[in-house]
């Protein structure tokens, strides 16, 4: 992911298959808003939003 500042990850020439297209798409999603921010801000930022998301996950497997 270090190169994610100059080259999507979601590329067509990185993924071919569909499913890491996804993946990588929604990883591009998650990192965008952390490239404006300085270092200990990203992972604070990150941390947070990964905590949130995998709530949101669970909460939708418990139904």
Known sequence: M??????????????????LHGIARGLAELYDPQLTQSP???????AAELK??????ARKDAE
Do not use: G, K
């Open 2 to 19: 270090r190169d994610c500042s100059t080259r999507r990850p979601f590329n067509a020439d990185v993924t071919a298959d569909p499913r």
């Open 52 to 57: 949130r998301r995998l709530r949101q996950q």
């Open 40 to 46: 200990p801000e990203r992972w604070t930022t990150l």
